[in-house]
Every structure is written in C-alpha cells, then in structure tokens.
C-alpha cells in the first residue's frame, strides 16, 4: 500500500501518515484492479455521474455509481458543491476504450466509487479555481488561500521549496557550510534609513529588523565558524514600491580564507547544482564583466546580455560632423554621444523616417535632431559610422558619461516595444548569467556630490590593486564587490571583506565620515583575529520568479503583501489600543484633524 | 589535494574554494610527505620553535624552522601573539618516535614550515580561549565572537546545523512535506499580549510579530498544500524570564487527511531520522501517558520518567489513621492525601528522622505532621502503605487534588538533592521521550474560574469521544492536543485542528466568549473546503541543548539575547531619534522625570 514517487535523488512517500492510499495524481493503468483511497477536493461533478477529483499533485476522474446499493454514495456526492472535500474509496478500472484521456497523466483510468465520505462542504466561492479565469490580484490576495489551490501557486511553492533543499544539499552535504540563525532583533545601523522599528520594554529604545545578516555573518567568521549559509528573512521598509516585499528572503553566505574568484565559482556551483531540471542545465563559469563596460556598452549595472543593440561610442563621428549645438554638448568635460541602433525597429509610428534622432542635453532634455541639419555626405557617415540598415532606428544621446542610463533604459523599452510587435529578441528559455565586476568603492553623494558614499556598504574591501589609492584618491578606487545578473535582473551581490580594523576605520572615520561609535563591537572584533572573508548574498524570491517566469515575486511567496504594505487576507497592518501600546513606552501621533474628530 | 570528509551520507569537501588544502583536524599519518597549507589561529607558541594552530576542525602542530634560511618565518610566527591569524604552508612530518599525541587525533603528525604570512594580528584578549577558563556569561556575551571560537560552541552550532538538516531531509526529500515561509509581519491575534509590535507608515497602525505561525499553517492545509514544515523563527515579548528568547525557532509542522496517531508516528520517525548518532539511537514508538495519570503520577504534565519516586495516593490511608487536622483537610470535596517516597532520601538535615511528612493546606501554607499523633501502630501501617524502607523520607501533602503540582516540584527538588548529595538517579545518557495526550480543550481563567479559556489555542480539536460535550459541559471535554516530552522538558506540542467552520465559531463566541471578528479571515477560509488537518511544533532551541546537555538555551544560539532581552554584544534595543520615529507616527512617552530632565 506504500506508494512513493522518485525525484532526482529522494523517495517521496507523500501518502505516508494520511488517511489514504494514493494521490489525485498518481494512478495509472498499472495500478488497474487495486482499491485505493483518494481524498480530495471536487473540481467539477456532473449530474451525479461522475467528478473530478483534485490534490495538489492532480486530477482523477471519480465514476459514482448508478445502482439502488449505492444511493446513499451518489446523493452525497452529487449535492455536494464545488471545492467541497471528500474522501473516496473505490477500484481503479481502466476507462472505457476511446475515453482515454491523453491530455491527463490519470487519463488511463477512472476510480468506480465504493463508499464517500464529504469532509467538508464549501459555500458559494468568491471566484473559480481554474487557471484561465483572471481574477483581480486584490481579490486573490484577499481569498489567498483559495488562488493557493491553482496549479501555477502550487507549482510555485513546491518549486521554491525543492530548489533551496537542493541548495542546502550543496552548501551543507557537500561543502561543509553551516547553517546559522542570526537575530532579527538588533539595533538601528548606520544609514538604516529603511529599517522596521520594534518597541522594547525599556523606555526610548528600540530594536531594528535588520535588511541582512550582514554583521552577523562577518561576526561569525572573526568566531571561526569557517563556513557559514542561512535563508535568511530579511525586512526592508521602503513605503509603497511595486514589486518589493517589506520582509524577503536572502541566502545568505560567507567564508573565510576565500577570494572573489572563490565565491564566484562557489555560486556557480550552488546554481548549477540546485537549478531545477525543467529550466536546466546551465553552463559555468558565467562570463564576466566589469562594471565600466557594463555602463559603456548597456547603460546599466545589470546588462540583459540577451539582446545585442549595445551602446556604441559616436563622439568622434560627431565631433567631426560639426553640427552647432551637438559640438557645444560635446564641448563640456566628460561628454560624450552615445548610440543604439535598433535593427529594423519600428518605434512610435517613425516608419517613415530612415533615421531617428534622440539628443539629451545636460539639464536631461529630449532634442530631436533632424536630417536638414546635415548634408548628404555627413548623413551617409553617419549612416556608415552606426552600421545602419534600411528601417533601422538609432537613439542618440550627448551629454556627460555618466548619463548612459538613459540609452540604457530607452534599450530595454525599445526591446519590449519590439516584442510587443512581433519580434523574437529574447529567448524566453536562454538563460544569460553575468558576473559584474570592479564597481567602484564609493560614489559622490547625489545629494552633495563632495561627499562620498559608499557604492553598496562600508565593510566592501578595496580591489587588491588600488589599495593605495584608498588614501590618496578614494574616488578611484575599485572595489571586491560582484553581482551577479540574470537575463538583467540582479540576482545577487557580495563582497570580499575588510578584515583589518585600521582599514575600516579609516573608510568609516575618514572616507565617509561616519560616526564609527555605533560599529564599536565589529571594529573591535577586526582587532581580535579576523580572518579574511567575503560572502554573498542571493536573493530568492527573484531567483525563483525568474525560475518559473513569473513577472511578479508576490507569485512565488506564499503570503505577500501588497504594494502598500498591507496583507490583504488578515488586514495587516491594523489599529491597536492604547493599553497595548503602554508596555512599550509610546503612544501614536495623530494627526490634528484626527485628534480633534476623536476628542468630539 | 582535493581531501574530504565523510558524514552519515555526505562527502564534504570543507577545503574547497578556500586557500587552504586541509584544515587542522584533518591529517594523520597517511598524510607524511605531503606539502600542506593550513589556516588557522594561533592557539600556543613557544619560544619560536613550535605553535599549536587552530581551526573549526581541530589543531596541529607546526615546528618553526630553527635555520638561516627561515629566519624570517621563525621572527613572524614567534612575534605574533596569541589568535592572530596565520597560514602556513609546510610538509606533514611524523613525530618523533615518544612524541606523538593519543588524545589529539593529529596527533601522529607536525608540520614544518616553508612559508608563513600572518593574515591578522589580535590584540590582548579579554580572557583566553580555552575551554576550561570560565568567564562570566555577561563577558561571554559582549564577546561573543571570541566565545564563538570555543569547541563547545562550535560543536553544538555544527550538531544544530546537522540535525536541521537531517529534519529537512526527511520531510522534504522523504515524506513530501513542502517548505514554505510564512510572513513575520502580521497583525495582533486575540489573546497576543506577549506580541512584539511594529509601526507601519500608516497612522496609528501596527504589524505584530507572531508567536507561531499557527494561522499560516492552518491556511496553507485550507490551500491544498498538503504538507507543510518551516523552520520558523517565532517572537515572544515575555519581558525578563531565565532562559527565555525574545526570538527561538521551531519547526513547524502541519498536514492535512491526517490523525492524531498519524502526526505522533510522523513525529517518532523525525526525531529518530535526524537524531545525532553521539546521543542514540533512540527507539520508537515513544510511550504515552493522558494529561489525567500525568498529574496524579507526576505532578506535571511534562513528567520526567527517567526516575521513580511516583506520586502515591494514600488518602484511603490517612482517612484510617484519624488525625483530627489531617481530616479537617480531605473532609473537602476533592481533597486527597498524596505522598512520594524518596528511597535512602537524606534531605535537608533530617537525617535523624526514618519519616517526614510535609503538608501542604488549602491555603498553600506547609505544615509538619510528627509522629507524636500517631500510634505505633498507625505508624506501621503508613509505612507499610507507603511501602517504605529503613532512611526513606516521605514527602506528604493533602489538599485540593488539582494542587499536585507542589509535590511534582518536591519530587523534581528531592532528585536534584539526591543527585547533589552523589546518589545516580537519572542516567545522564537516558532518553525518556513521552507523549501526554487527552489534555482538557478547555481550563478556568486563573483569574475569574467561572470563565473558560483555551488550555492550549482556540483552534484545538476537541476528543472525537467528547465532542457531544462541547456544547452540554465544555469543562469535561478532553481536547486532541498533544505535548512530546523528553526527560522532564516539553520539546513539542501540536494537535488535530477545527476544520468545521461552525464548531469554529461556536468555541469562540459561544465557550471562549471572544470577539471572532480578529480572527474573521480564518473563519471564512473554514468555509471553503477546509480539510481535515493538524500539526506539531518542536521547540528546535530547547530540543538542541538537550541533545548536546546544555542547561541553557544560550548555549545553541549563535548571538543570544541576555535574560532582559538585550544584546551586550551590539548593545540592542539602542535610542532612536525622534526624527526616525517621525515616519512611524510614533513617539516615546518618556516619565516624567525623563522629561523634565531633557528640558533642563
């Protein structure tokens, strides 16, 4: 009566400890003759025929009986709704010839009911549990539980699962890591801006829901741990952003003794070794790429390399082609013109033009440059220079360098508009991996462009070769920092770490000009034997939504929240009373008018 | 120079990515010859001509060249002072013949060293690493990263680790159980007065961090999960209690078309699964014991089997005996006399006495009963009741039978006095697991025993025997929750849930007397084909310091909160300023003392 399944390299017994024999997903002519037990839900029943029975792993057809012995079976199941839970006993037999079901993996067989048993009605359902049926996302973030039952959120979550036991495998089985629960109750970090805030009991302090293990981790290996991972819950508040969850889930991952090009070839491994074999295999190590070619070639840190329509560097055609006011952007420092060119792009009803100008100009102005500017010899420079052909649209822009985000965004809009009409660009199967390399260590404050911040956190090791310059030039400075890019979603990023005390101080005290007091435990413990160490940091619910080729996260986590914020089942955040409030020493500010309606 | 080590069922390779090729637990005499680089810390140095190094794994030996051509090598390595960090590279040499270590298990073999950087240097330590120096724990903590490095905590993190995985393993890759995270922000749940809060943007409102993931789990089973498990951190605001977490971990279990048998079986194979092969094997089924004959044997409802010294009733006895104050006291309604016999007891100084009678009256206060008001008859026939022998003390107490569980305590003090006093009552390798079943659903309001409230959740199932009694004489209902008791420490406790919507709502309105509307989403989701379900939570902090005979749960967290909640490490819950409250609506309600003293 035991029946299991075989996955890649575990025997599932999923019937085990239940009360019955077999799943809605796993009979076969093979198992013709046996009496099983199925429970289930009802997907659909038609006139006390027969219905369809659902589990988690999938649909069997449920033949009731026709005859006097069994009309107590056939009126219990026929007037039960749908979504109704019933437990079923009965043969399986092979359906009649021609009603095979070829479609259905249990298209061979039907179950002839012997006894039934409802184990719990269902009332009127606010929406069908059927894939097709589009629902609005409030209503299924409302009724969670119901869109939990489809086959998309289910093959989601199992998905999820089975990949991070994968991953731990690899990390914990095969190479020595050790999973560590770090605290999420800690305390407010420098420019934690958009850290959660927990009440304590003492009057005036706070704890801090921290946005990673970060400090734990690098802790753990100055502890000597060696090698340690954690799927760790990470909480972020960042108001209302689409797509961002205020808690996440990262795996999180360091060692010492190791360098850049250890942990890089650590994660490929992990990748490889955990991807699941319906989107696999993939191939490593993953190409590489340095943060300044990234910027010159794509216009961003995170280049979708699944596309070409690269960023080409067309200062020196323009600068000859001396055109009044392209020479006058050009003029300034650090300028320079830029281009994509667009094969056969057919953008925004400019059908009729063979050649698309877009200038920015440095206040971040669109000038739209026309051909009478230009005589024919310049144009077919030009034309020569971008490597147009016929129909090709090119996007140009001037200005300062470090403006390419804007070819680099107009890049990826361009791509979407030419899928929308039609266009194959990105293969939804290719699978471009991208290590980004070399970012620098800090960057000018935006805010106060004198002031340097750091380009991702403070504890970021300079590169080996410009160490020098960390007190000379700090502006030069290239970092141990990588992320790693999938199909232009970052997917990771992490560091190699400054383990001396007098290097973190000196980029905490002097670079950055921070108040050091409040990183006193960690500079202390670089002063009590840190080893070298670095780490990474995957993000998981991106990962997994790339995985299954879900636009949104919120389809790969059981129970998100919002945009806002909120959990639209239980109707979290809510209101809660003063005398709950005491214990912890605050009370809310409301707002005047508020205060006001409460006091009338 | 790929070297690997052997678990259960995993080869690790716990030198890969890592600029080392073993670490220094790992060679033996097989290794000779070879030219090895170690990392480690310095655990011993003498007089620049050898060092005990140190890692995660162990220690070796290394000799420091004596000659010219090392000189450099020799000056590093003797400068450097204890726990900095070093690598040597070097050659595995046999020991002397008379010098090899038994107790060390490299102890076969030195390495003499070519080449040696010092990675990092330490500077004086607060106290020194070694196992046999006992520091305070409140400078254990604030260091906790020196403490880290010590072999106990190393090895209990490791072992935790370990048993994690090998629980995942066996749900996830044996039994089907899907790993799902559920959110820590939600919202206050009735009853949730130990509910950490956290300020939302939203004027006023609050997520709640959760005690379990309780209504989660039970949505997940209304989802079709099937079988869910998640290690689970959990949040409990208790204020200051020993050996309590602000935050602790349980893995969380629940599945659906499942009994209460099913759950306990499923329970049994886990833990004898997962279990470390230092502390078993451990034999299955465990025994189990109703929550009635746990009190009236023990005292509690987590008795601690590994001993005798049950709880007797003698009220039949004393009844006979006739002492007049003896049967003022059971002449009440559910009074009874009951005694442990505590063999060869030699308690507090009374060696000079063969009986000792403690009473304990209505009132709680304790009363001494001598021999002087009994005959010798009388005295016979209680020692002959109480079956005692020559030095035996009697512990005695009469009263309400409800009030058992000061003799429990007794029996628990008597044993920790005994063993204090060189008797071996429990067998520091025994491992008693127990289950305690047929707790009552419901129990009196300490504070107003007219009302009910849930002995354990308001979700519990009640007994399928009882459930006609829920409505007539909801006291007498027994519940189907279960505790898994392991030496005296309840490590776990789950039961059958309420899948009936109706049954739902009348425990909660109707018994508890609660306001349901909290709780409205998780009555709804009941009616839409909510299955048959229950699960099981373990307590993974307590499970672990058991199994490594830790007395404190300190001893298996990686960065514990002190007793009051604080982490002397990181020194959390820190000040905040008023302007990061601001985005909170929230500000601090500081005495009045404080304020004054702010404005001055």
New interface residues.
């Given amino acids: 009566r035991v029946h299991c399944?075989r996955?890649r390299?575990?025997?599932?017994?999923?019937n085990?400890?239940?009360?019955?024999t077999n799943t809605c997903g796993e009979l076969r002519a093979a198992h013709i003759g046996q009496e099983v037990t199925l429970?289930g839900?009802i997907q659909y029943q038609r006139q006390g025929l027969f219905l369809v029975l659902?589990?988690?792993q999938g649909l069997t057809q449920i033949i009731i009986p026709q005859d006097e012995a069994h009309s107590h079976v056939r009126k219990l199941l026929s007037n039960a709704p749908v979504?109704?839970?019933v437990?079923v006993t009965g043969i399986v037999s092979s359906r009649p010839p021609g009603q095979e079901n070829l479609k259905m993996p249990t298209g061979d067989i039907e179950v002839k009911v012997e006894t039934a048993e409802v184990?719990?009605?269902?009332?009127k359902?606010p929406f069908e549990i059927k894939d097709f049926i589009k629902k609005s996302e409030a209503l299924r973030m409302q009724?969670?539980?119901?869109?939990?039952?489809s086959s998309q959120?289910?093959h989601n979550?199992?998905l999820?699962?089975?990949v991070?036991?994968r991953m731990?495998?690899y990390l914990?089985?095969?190479?020595?890591f050790?999973?560590?629960?770090?605290?999420?109750?800690?305390?407010?970090t420098p420019g934690g801006?958009k850290e959660?805030?927990?009440?304590?009991?003492?009057?005036?302090?706070?704890?801090?829901?921290p946005q990673s293990p970060q400090?734990?981790k690098q802790?753990?290996m100055?502890?000597?741990?060696?090698?340690y991972f954690q799927v760790a819950?990470c909480?972020r508040?960042e108001?209302s952003r689409p797509d961002r969850q205020?808690?996440f889930?990262q795996i999180d991952i360091e060692?010492?003794?190791?360098?850049q090009a250890?942990?890089q070839?650590?994660i490929e491994g992990l990748l490889q070794y955990s991807w699941p074999e319906e989107r696999g295999p993939i191939t490593t190590p993953f190409p590489s790429m340095t943060y300044e070619e990234a910027l010159a070639d794509y216009g961003t840190d995170k280049p979708d390399t699944r596309f070409g329509m690269k960023i080409m560097d067309i200062s020196d055609t323009l600068r000859r082609l001396d055109i009044g006011f392209v020479q006058n952007v050009l003029s300034y420092p650090h300028s320079t013109a830029k281009a994509i060119c667009i094969p056969r792009g057919v953008v925004k009803g400019s059908t009729d033009m063979n050649i698309f100008f877009l200038l920015i100009l440095p206040d971040g102005s669109l000038k739209s440059l026309l051909t009478k500017f230009l005589s024919e010899e310049q144009q077919s420079e030009l034309i020569q220079a971008l490597n147009m052909q016929v129909d090709d649209v090119v996007l140009l822009a001037a200005g300062d360098h470090k403006r390419c985000s804007a070819l680099g965004s107009l890049r990826l809009e361009s791509a979407d508009l030419l899928e929308a009409a039609g266009m194959v660009l990105r293969d939804p199967a290719a699978l471009h991996f991208l290590w980004v390399v070399d970012f620098p260590l800090f960057l000018p404050k935006e805010e106060n462009p004198s002031e340097l911040e750091s380009a991702h956190h403070p504890f970021t090791a300079p590169h080996p070769s410009d160490t020098n310059l960390l007190y000379s030039d700090p502006t030069k400075v290239r970092s141990q920092h990588y992320d790693l890019v999938l199909n232009g979603s970052e997917i990771g990023g992490g560091s190699i770490r400054i383990?001396?005390a007098e290097q973190q101080r000196f980029v905490l005290e002097k670079v950055l000009k921070e108040d050091s007091e409040v990183l006193s435990?960690l500079l202390e413990?670089?002063?009590?034997?840190?080893?070298?160490h670095g780490g990474i940091a995957l993000g998981l619910d991106r990962l997994i939504s790339l995985i299954v080729g879900s636009p949104s996260i919120r389809d790969v986590?059981?129970?998100p929240?919002s945009f806002r914020?909120r959990?639209l089942?239980?109707?979290?955040?809510?209101?809660?009373t003063p005398e709950?409030?005491e214990?912890?020493?605050?009370?809310?500010?409301?707002?005047a008018a508020?205060t006001e309606a409460k006091k009338n």
Avoid at 172 to 176: A, E, K, L
Avoid at 178 to 188: G, M, Y
């Fill in positions: 399944l996955s390299n575990a025997v599932f017994y999923v085990s400890f239940a009360a019955r429970c839900w659902r589990d988690f979504e109704s839970v437990r184990l719990n009605f269902c009332k359902l009724y969670r539980y119901l869109d939990l039952r959120l289910q979550l199992r999820r699962s089975q991070v036991m731990r495998e914990c089985n095969h190479h020595g050790v999973d560590v629960e770090t605290p999420t109750l800690f305390k407010r801006a959660f805030l927990v009440p304590s009991r003492e009057v005036g302090k706070f704890y801090s829901l400090q734990f802790l753990l100055i502890g000597g741990l060696d090698r819950r909480y508040d108001g205020p808690e889930t060692m010492s003794f190791v360098d250890g942990i070839r650590l383990h001396n435990h413990a670089l002063e009590f034997g840190a080893p070298p986590i059981a129970f929240k914020g959990d089942m239980g109707n979290a955040p809510d209101y809660v709950e409030l214990p912890y020493h605050i009370h809310v500010s409301w707002p508020e």
